[in-house]
């Protein structure tokens, strides 16, 4: 065993992490310096507690890491830009939000001259992968210390390691493990790790508390949202406040199943309503305003940025070409989209935008048309026919 004198461990307050903080001290005579990295799924309630708790179980120092609007611009921005829904569902809402504390744990680290850094994830999970991948970039020279891990500990061990050092909390585990964040709410139980049960509305935070509909405005600039039925907010603002508006209909939940970056099947559920609403609202005004082709290659190249994002690799050069590539398409993302809100579910009415391609002066679809003529079209289909009859006539196909 190597001696550490600092150890920087990345701090939730859960009972993992709250085992590493004394197994550390003992097992490496060490500092320990615990580090939160808030990107906006704390209350500052929430943070305060969780900054005491470090210090009654031994934190030498406790620091929390204000992330969020850093997090907005350089992450939750490109996944609207690019309607990123893993395997069509989840908006990868905590998942996005580890890479992102990962890298401001290793640059904290390195700030404050660590030995090591320490995370508590287990050996089960994809978490363990994205702060080992990003440390391993960001502070190649730290070494990664994981107990929980690398002990294979069960829970009721680390109970019992924390009663031995006098610190005897409630640890019974609640039915549901909640995880909650800006772009949304992850929510893990007995029913997630079936194949045919459905998470019980009780599984969810946020009850369902309004049943009459109500319409609302979602404004985008760039493909940015700015703001609520006229209401200028800044995106950070504007996400909690949609939040807000839409969890009362109890809209965005949903169970994501998919593949682990270890190759395991996966199954959670989540509730993330500003996520869905601005996702769905930004890609029905992207119908509107791109071309054919631009959309198709957004697709393309979207699909392949939330998967990167998902398995850790967001420090891969190419994610800085993915989102170069998505901004410059946002030029004319530009509008005013109507969205019906209603218990558990929400519609898409229509748009109003100034780059409505829709408004052009060629013609209605199925309608008439203002810019060519019955024969231009006869001469168009004919040439386009020209490949296929080619292929037909070589290939001798009846």
């Not at 580890?98 to 320490?118: N, S």
């Not at 019955?374 to 020209?386: M, Q, R």
């Amino acid at each position: 065993m190597t001696k550490k004198k600092n150890i920087v461990l990345a701090f939730s307050g859960g009972l993992d992490t709250s085992y590493c903080v004394p197994y550390l001290k003992e097992e490496y005579q060490a500092e320990i310096h615990t580090v939160l990295v808030n990107t906006g799924g704390f209350d500052q309630k929430e943070l305060d507690r969780i900054e005491q708790h470090a210090y009654s179980l031994g934190s030498d120092t406790h620091q929390t890491l204000h992330r969020t609007d850093d997090y907005y611009n350089k992450i939750v921005r490109f996944m609207i830009f690019g309607n990123v829904l893993k395997n069509n569902t989840y908006p990868l809402s905590v998942s996005s939000e580890r890479v992102f504390q990962a890298i401001a744990i290793a640059k904290y680290a390195l700030e404050v001259g660590a030995d090591a850094i320490a995370h508590g994830s287990t050996g089960a999970g994809n978490d363990q992968v994205r702060f080992d991948l990003v440390f391993n970039v960001v502070a190649p020279d730290l070494d990664i210390i994981t107990p929980i891990r690398d002990q294979q500990l069960t829970r009721e061990e680390e109970v019992a390691f924390l009663k031995d050092h006098n610190v005897d909390m409630d640890w019974s585990e609640a039915k549901y493990s909640i995880n909650k964040g800006l772009w949304g709410t992850s929510v893990g139980g007995a029913e997630t790790l079936t194949s045919d049960q459905p998470l019980p509305g009780e599984a969810y935070p946020s009850p369902l508390e309004r049943e009459d509909p109500q319409t609302i405005s979602l404004t985008f600039k760039n493909g940015e949202p700015v703001s609520i039925d006229d209401e200028r907010l800044d995106p950070v603002e504007l996400i909690r406040s949609l939040d807000k508006i839409g969890s009362e209909y109890a809209i965005g939940r949903d169970i994501h199943v998919g593949d682990t970056i270890i190759g395991i099947k996966g199954r959670v559920g989540f509730e993330a309503a500003a996520a869905m609403l601005i996702i769905k609202a930004h890609e029905q005004l992207e119908k509107h305003v791109l071309t054919k082709w631009q959309l198709y290659w957004k697709n393309q190249l979207s699909e392949w940025y939330g998967m990167m994002l998902h398995e850790g690799q967001y420090l891969d050069p190419v994610m800085r070409n993915i989102e170069a590539f998505l901004s410059d398409t946002q030029s004319t993302v530009n509008g005013s989209v109507s969205i019906k809100l209603s218990p558990y579910r929400f519609e898409i009415e229509g748009i109003t935008s100034p780059n409505d391609l829709m408004n052009a002066k060629f013609g209605d679809y199925g309608e008439m048309n203002n810019a060519w003529s019955g024969e231009d079209v006869k001469g168009f289909a004919k040439i386009l026919s020209n490949q296929i009859n080619i292929h037909q006539s070589v290939n001798n196909h009846d």
